[in-house]
């Protein structure tokens, strides 16, 4: 039996607010208000609506409208940047890591997972069918992000120079250690590096400040001077380059790191 698309009194009274407002995904509480309905009584108006492939359930409480010009299709999913947003509400977060990496056009791998952080502790979700993985970030480490506009949707984002220190504070969340030095050589052009510089600092994690300078030394990204003042600050004892592999390899002194990805590795991937 073919599906048809019709619209109740109610239905109709949503989408063409949603349509006046330029919603595509849209809450149980803002679908009962616009309907002047009881959330349970919405809940029952979508479901049946879901049923005739008007909306597409993102989670529990969360939709998406299926635009009539798709036609007969009768499932739909906004960017899954779009759909975090807004399923997210008014907490506090910044896309960051891999999604960052991809928005600054960092990236040299697919991700279709997407990177929040944030102050508050959250448990990964799937939403839509992305995995939405909440890094927490203390309110000291909060810093570094911009608002960014993406299709046609405002959005919080970490800045070019905070998604490089996120890479390599947390290699794995953004492809591994290959990978976050492929984007810090992308970013050449782009890069204030005394931010970057600043921003490592501000973290206060020694080892974040030894791969960054590191990898700003061996990529020629900042002054050779202030690197090596930078380098003479720093305490004596070794961390790994890369926090996910075993500790072998070389070792270098002025930055106090267990080479365990080693330069010619680094030199070879950001010359291909």
Not at 110 to 124: A, E, G, L
Not at 252 to 266: A, F, H, K, M, T
């Amino acid at each position: 039996m073919e599906l048809t698309k019709t619209l109740g009194r109610r239905t109709s009274r949503l989408f063409c607010r949603l349509h006046d407002e330029g919603t595509t995904v849209f809450d149980l509480e803002k679908a009962a208000a616009l309907m002047k309905v009881t959330r349970p009584q919405a809940a029952g108006i979508l479901y049946a609506a879901g049923k005739r492939g008007l909306v597409t359930p993102v989670k529990r409480g969360l939709y998406n409208l299926v635009p009539f010009e798709l036609g007969s299709t009768t499932f739909h999913l906004e960017d899954r940047y779009l759909l975090v947003r807004v399923s997210l509400g008014d907490m506090q977060y910044f896309l960051s890591h891999a999604s960052a990496f991809d928005i600054h056009r960092l990236a040299t791998q697919p991700n279709f997972d997407v990177y929040v952080s944030s102050p508050r502790r959250r448990k990964n979700i799937n939403l839509g069918g992305s995995l939405v993985h909440f890094v927490w970030t203390p309110a000291k480490r909060f810093f570094g992000y911009q608002r960014m506009k993406l299709g046609n949707t405002q959005h919080y984002v970490s800045d070019l120079e905070r998604t490089l220190v996120d890479g390599v504070s947390m290699p794995a969340y953004c492809g591994g250690l290959v990978e976050v030095a492929k984007a810090f050589f992308t970013a050449k052009a782009r890069l204030d590096s005394a931010k970057l510089i600043k921003y490592a600092r501000d973290y206060q994690i020694g080892a974040v400040l030894r791969r960054a300078g590191f990898l700003m030394e061996l990529l020629k990204l900042a002054d050779k001077a202030v690197l090596d003042e930078l380098a003479a600050d720093l305490p004596a004892g070794y961390v790994k380059l890369d926090p996910d592999l075993p500790a072998e390899g070389g070792r270098d002194p002025q930055w106090g790191l267990q080479l365990n990805v080693s330069r010619e590795e680094i030199e070879n991937a950001v010359s291909h």
